[in-house]
């Protein structure tokens, strides 16, 4: 495994890769690497000749500098891990690679970007689609690999990729959780022991909801249980608990159609973030006044 941090010898080494034919697949990262990034290696690994897995902790998608400060720093380890999976390269960009002095361009996703983490996190998903967009172009990434587990990310990297017309074919993963049902995330080493036991909650209580909601029930009480639940459990705060359609993430009242049910709550000082499919209910909700058509 090659560690380049210059994107101009990076540039060198693809060139040559697509002369010979090989197609190469990204896997983008901000470090402090889990399982969950591991599966999208080994997704990668599966699918590309090549593969290069970056690190560069984006500061364009912190909209807090105290979380930015407290994002876990751990390149040797990670570059341990990435020899023993043999990948081509690890790419760990200088700073001035990505944003050198006078950078002044901002991608900007209107629509899948709006509301859930956009509403709570100011900017984030600019500073996500500008440095996607920059990394996929510096790597020429035919494959990139995204986890399911930032969904409403994946769905703003598959709108740039699209708008932007970039040669890239994004590859969704499942979410990979622990096994006691949490999903994977650099952030849950924070979380300390006694909320490290009550954070699987947030997994079963979305799964019940979920499991509600397509059954036919009550959107807005089953959301409003599910809140109560976590509150119950432990958790400081809940940011969101909604009801939105796949793919282009609108609110949904009602589970009409193939939707999705997305969380985010604090625990103990860190933020969870889930989510999970929901099928369109198989009885929509009767209309309160409506009488149903004989069948
Ligand atoms: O999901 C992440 O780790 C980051 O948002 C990404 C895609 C590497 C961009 O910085």
Redesign the pocket.
């Known amino acids: 495994m090659k560690i380049i941090r210059h994107k101009s010898e990076l540039r060198d080494l693809t060139i040559s890769w697509h002369r010979a034919g090989d197609t190469i697949g990204v896997v983008?990262?901000?470090g402090a690497l889990h399982d969950g990034h591991l599966s999208l290696v080994k997704n990668a690994q599966s699918r590309a000749d090549r593969v290069i897995v970056t690190i560069?902790v984006?500061p364009r998608?912190f909209n807090n500098p105290e979380d930015l400060a407290k994002y876990p720093k751990t390149e040797d380890s990670d570059a341990h891990i990435l020899e023993s999976l043999d990948i081509d390269v690890l790419y760990v960009p200088e700073p001035g690679e990505i944003y050198p002095a006078c950078f002044s361009t901002t991608i900007s996703v209107s629509g899948v970007s709006d509301g859930l983490c956009g509403s709570d996190r100011p900017g984030h998903f600019d500073g996500?689609a500008t440095?996607?967009t920059k990394l996929l172009l510096q790597t020429d990434a035919d494959y990139t690999f995204?986890g399911e587990k930032?969904f409403q990310?994946l769905q703003v990297v598959r709108r740039v990729v699209a708008d932007l017309d970039l040669k890239t074919e994004i590859v969704a993963c499942p979410t990979v959780r622990e096994d006691d049902g949490l999903a994977m995330s650099s952030r849950n080493l924070r979380l300390g022991t006694e909320a490290r036991e009550v954070s699987p909650v947030i997994g079963r209580v979305l799964e019940s909801a979920a499991n509600v909601i397509g059954r036919g029930g009550n959107v807005a009480q089953a959301l409003e249980t599910a809140c109560q639940a976590l509150l119950v459990a432990g958790f400081d705060e809940v940011d969101y608990f909604e009801l939105r359609s796949d793919p282009d993430l609108q609110l949904l009242m009602s589970a009409d159609r193939p939707g999705r049910l997305f969380v985010a709550a604090w625990l103990n000082g860190v933020r969870l973030i889930d989510n999970t499919p929901v099928k369109a209910a198989s009885h929509a909700p009767i209309e309160a006044g409506r009488i149903p058509e004989p069948v």
Do not use: G, K, R
């Open positions: 983008l990262t901000m560069f984006n998608q996500v440095v996607v995204f930032d990310q």
